[in-house]
């Protein structure tokens, strides 16, 4: 009898509706998506859908009020990176990674640079 290996997720991440090509990619990371209905507005899923947990947009200054608000983390993808999305979910996991995000007291925005290879933290906490 084959027995088949069964992983929890490493955590969850909210995705922006225009950045749903990364959602197989990142679950391949082992990652759990929460997925957006389409027409959400980016408030609903602020306080709804990414509540204590990691939002990925590539937009993260539209988000900055949400993430105080709503106690979020949010990590800024360029949309260059989007080209390709398994080495952009790529990306994101490292950033995850690299920076403990999992553990890391929220709010705040994680922006990584057009090239994927550097990323930078500011923490939002008591703003």
Do not use: C
């Not at 105080?68 to 990176?81: C, D, N, R, W």
């Not at 950033?95 to 925005?109: A, C, D, E, N, V």
């Not at 550097?118 to 939002?124: G, H, K, M, V």
């Amino acid at each position: 009898m084959l027995r088949r290996k069964v992983g929890m997720a490493r955590g969850k991440v909210a995705v922006d509706e225009n950045l749903l090509v990364l959602v197989p990619h990142l679950r391949a990371q082992n990652i759990k998506v929460i997925v957006p209905l389409p027409g959400m507005s980016d408030e609903y899923i602020a306080a709804n859908l990414a509540s204590d947990e990691i939002f990925v947009t590539n937009n993260p200054d539209h988000f900055r009020h949400g993430a105080i608000v709503h106690t979020i983390g949010v990590i800024g993808l360029p949309q260059s990176l989007l080209a390709d999305p398994a080495t952009a979910a790529i990306i994101i996991s490292n950033t995850i990674m690299k920076f403990g995000l999992w553990r890391k007291l929220k709010p705040y925005i994680v922006k990584i640079d057009a090239t994927g290879k550097r990323a930078r933290f500011t923490s939002l906490r008591g703003l």
